[in-house]
C-alpha cells in the first residue's frame, strides 16, 4: 500500500529536487524492509545433527490405504517430510 502512494507521489511532483528526496526515502525504506527481513529469528532443531544416524522404523498408510515400512527403503536416501493433511 506505502508503495502506492509512492508511486502517486512520483507521478504527481513535478520538482526534482522533491523527486530525489522521495527516492531517497523510498531506497532507505527498502533498506529497512530487506534488514528486517535478514535479521528473523529461527527456531533451533530439536537435534543438533541427525546425519548419518539411523530414522527408527515405522509403519504408516501410503494412498491407497496399504502399510507402508520404512525400512523398505533402508540403503536409500530418504527425505522425512510430516505433513498434517486432510486426507
Given at each position: 500500500?506505502?508503495?502506492?502512494?509512492?508511486?502517486?507521489?512520483?507521478?504527481?511532483?513535478?520538482?526534482d529536487a522533491v523527486r530525489?528526496?522521495?527516492?531517497?526515502?523510498?531506497?532507505?525504506?527498502?533498506?529497512?524492509?530487506?534488514?528486517m527481513a535478514s535479521a528473523?529469528?529461527?527456531?533451533?532443531?530439536?537435534?543438533?545433527?541427525?546425519?548419518?544416524?539411523?530414522?527408527?522404523?515405522?509403519?504408516?498408510?501410503?494412498?491407497?490405504?496399504?502399510?507402508?515400512?520404512?525400512?523398505?527403503?533402508?540403503?536409500?536416501?530418504?527425505?522425512?517430510?510430516?505433513?498434517?493433511?486432510?486426507?
Amino acid at each position: 500500500m506505502w508503495l502506492d502512494w509512492i508511486v502517486f507521489f512520483w507521478l504527481a511532483v513535478q520538482s526534482d529536487a522533491v523527486r530525489a528526496q522521495l527516492l531517497v526515502v523510498t531506497t532507505w525504506l527498502l533498506l529497512l524492509l530487506a534488514n528486517m527481513a535478514s535479521a528473523q529469528v529461527l527456531p533451533k532443531p530439536q537435534i543438533t545433527s541427525a546425519q548419518g544416524k539411523l530414522a527408527p522404523d515405522f509403519t504408516l498408510k501410503d494412498q491407497e490405504g496399504r502399510p507402508f515400512r520404512l525400512a523398505s527403503l533402508r540403503g536409500k536416501r530418504v527425505l522425512l517430510v510430516f505433513y498434517r493433511g486432510y486426507w
